[in-house]
């Protein structure tokens, strides 16, 4: 672990580089050498922009240094790209643009002074200039000149990410690898950058949401690129073990490890304390132990360990009746995501879909429902997005009643959880929570690949404890002979609940335990329990296979049944800074065994829940279909009497 003194970078250094930054913004000229133009420059840029020279404002300091490139120069001007965007007068998104680049890039450019002074290059710099660098310190010189453009560009990037992440919204873009790097040093290095900024904005950027996802997405590409290259890099301690801090814009730089933002603002939310849901223990616990998985996963790798190893909950489906606490869970999960990001310094984003993202036009329901997936999924954030009242929100395919836009929700919804493009990093996770299960759609409730029964309080203990909770302490009402949430023990609780489900609790399949016990006895082989599966299916031909993979990817997330030691959550060095490799040890080295036992309760909590669902489905069905024959009868009966 790194121990380091963090230092200010002075706001007096940054705003000494605003006119080299904004010259910069307004305009340079520069000839590729690695990446190759993705749009032809302006003949008619110079001519646009009076006062801005032809020959590029900064030149080496090295003389010799410089390599000549046989392409043509073209003129690099990104207040112009930007500002071509709108109609006339430029909008507030491209002014927020502009202002980030040009702060990024006076950070970088302190930075990099900083930096040299440090190192000694400012020293080899000025004995250059005088033509005085000793022969035996010319490679010194040129190691720490590429060392600078290194620092210079990593801060660059690493600083618009974060100052442009407050404005990223749903849109995403795919710019691939970052080529024209230049390490000769820092100002060829900025150039080079922005030149393939300015392509990337001309050739992606048609308004302002595609505009502020084209900046983030090339500082996180630019920011890995350089990562790369600073690991053979000389030279760089005097970055690598040191820290800055920003105030003015909460930045710390921190070596070559991304500052992350918040992105899309600050989350607004009551949040719920673990100790301030009452029951739902199942429920609560898996819910507690998903936010430890949720942070684990890693940035660079863009994969979480636990997604790797088959144990993590992608989507998930909490039922119960209303007043059971659904809404507590979603607001107790939340904070706990929040708090942990807020620690680690990474960017969290809460999504929720409700009912009034259901639109009259054709098509705007679906496009509502793929803006939130992609918001939730975008995989430079840890994501929760939650899906209220499933039942209203995603139409029942072949439900007269349905609208179009709830069809439209439900495709893509089925599209994104288990379709054929669908990805699972393993940043994300969504939530679905209905008070009538049933009234979803049966393919898109078994793309839930864990059941959360949120079913509230349920003993003497549990209703004592919420009313103690909800009462506070403004009551002079003695407690009585209580042990205070002794019964929210969550371990406790658990363990209890899980050996509940040793037997089924529906009654419909609690008959087909019975049955399959007495032909083949105690279900303790793969060969029983598969006898087991079949049977289930011949009483509910809605349990195929989607069914065992969702209960085997349960097993999985019970042999993960340990929770991440709070202090990796409190001291992130101990666990998320670390490198992926280490980190997949470190969960593999907790694993449990698989049981007969985990697989049976398994089979029996998902199998109820299906139970549960059809039972109610097919006695709402009847419900209906009497009502329908009620009244056609009463129909009748008016009609004949009309007759007579």
């Excluded at 000694?120 to 600078?148: M, S, Y």
């Excluded at 990474?346 to 803006?371: C, E, L, T, V």
């Excluded at 203990?461 to 009402?477: R, V």
Aim: one cysteine or more; charged letters at 25%.
């Amino acid at each position: 672990m790194v121990v380091r003194d963090t230092m200010e970078l002075k706001e007096e250094a940054i705003r000494a580089q605003y006119d080299a930054a904004l010259g910069m913004v307004q305009g340079f000229d520069h000839a590729p050498r690695l990446a190759k133009p993705l749009v032809e420059a302006s003949a008619t840029a110079a001519e646009r922009s009076p006062g801005i020279g032809t020959r590029p404002r900064f030149r080496s300091t090295v003389v010799g240094m410089t390599t000549r490139s046989t392409a043509r120069p073209g003129g690099v001007r990104l207040a112009e790209r930007v500002e071509a965007l709108s109609d006339g007068l430029i909008t507030p998104i491209e002014a927020a643009s502009l202002t980030a680049l040009r702060r990024a890039l006076a950070i970088a450019l302190a930075m990099g002074e900083t930096f040299a002074a440090a190192s000694g290059l400012a020293e080899l710099k000025r004995a250059n200039l005088e033509g005085r660098v000793p022969d035996r310190r010319r490679a010194e010189f040129a190691e720490l000149l590429q060392a600078e453009a290194l620092v210079v560009l990593f801060t660059f990037a690493n600083a618009l990410a974060f100052l442009i992440a407050p404005h990223v919204g749903s849109q995403t873009v795919e710019l691939g690898e970052v080529e024209e790097v230049l390490t000769d040093n820092a100002p060829l290095a900025l150039q080079g950058a922005l030149w393939e900024l300015d392509q990337d904005i001309a050739a992606l950027a048609v308004d302002d949401a595609r505009l502020v996802a084209v900046i983030s997405a090339f500082a996180e590409a630019l920011m890995k690129k350089v990562q790369i290259r600073a690991e053979n890099g000389a030279r760089l301690s005097v970055f690598t073990t040191g820290s800055w801090r920003v105030e003015a814009d909460g930045l710390t730089i921190a070596g070559f490890k991304p500052a992350r933002a918040a992105k899309g603002g600050a989350l607004v939310m009551a949040f719920k304390k673990p100790q301030e849901v009452v029951g739902n223990h199942i429920a609560k616990y898996q819910s507690l132990r998903l936010a430890k998985m949720l942070m684990a996963y890693d940035f660079d790798r863009r994969l979480n360990p636990f997604a790797e190893l088959g144990g993590f909950i992608f989507t998930f489906m909490g039922d119960g009746k209303p007043g059971t606490g659904k809404t507590t869970l979603i607001q107790m999960m939340a904070g706990l995501l929040d708090g942990y990001c807020k620690v680690a310094g990474y960017p969290f984003r809460y999504q929720n879909f409700s009912i009034d993202q259901i639109d009259s036009y054709q098509g705007k329901s679906g496009q509502n429902a793929k803006a939130f997936i992609d918001a939730v999924l975008d995989p430079t954030v840890i994501g929760f997005g939650t899906i209220d009242d499933i039942d209203q929100v995603a139409g029942k395919r072949g439900d007269r009643q349905s609208s179009a836009g709830q069809q439209e929700v439900t495709a893509v919804f089925m599209q994104a959880f288990a379709g054929a493009g669908t990805v699972v990093r393993g940043n994300c996770t969504f939530g679905m929570f209905s008070n009538y299960p049933e009234n979803v759609d049966d393919a898109l409730r078994q793309r839930a690949g864990a059941r959360f029964l949120v079913d509230g309080p349920q003993s003497r203990a549990d209703y004592i404890d919420i009313l103690a909770l909800l009462l506070g302490k403004t009551h002079t009402i003695p407690l009585g002979t209580h042990d205070l949430f002794a019964a929210q023990e969550i371990k406790r609780a658990v363990a209890a609940s899980f050996e509940g489900h040793s037997r089924p609790h529906e009654a419909g399949l609690l008959r087909v335990w019975d049955r399959v016990a007495d032909e083949i006895g105690p279900l303790d082989t793969l060969a029983k329990i598969g006898t087991y599966l079949k049977a289930i299916q011949e009483a509910d031909e809605r349990f195929t296979g989607r069914a065992i993979k969702n209960i085997t990817d349960a097993v999985k997330v019970r042999a993960m049944d340990f929770e991440l030691p709070d202090e990796w959550m409190e001291e992130p060095d101990l666990f998320l800074f670390k490198p992926y490799d280490e980190k997949l040890a470190m969960i593999r080295a907790l694993t449990r065994p698989i049981t007969v036992d985990m697989v049976i309760q398994e089979v029996n909590r998902y199998a109820d829940s299906e139970f549960r669902y059809a039972d109610k489905s097919d006695e709402v069905a009847i419900e209906t279909m009497v009502r329908d024959m009620q009244r056609a009868e009463e129909a009748r009966r008016r009609y004949l009497a009309g007759q007579g």
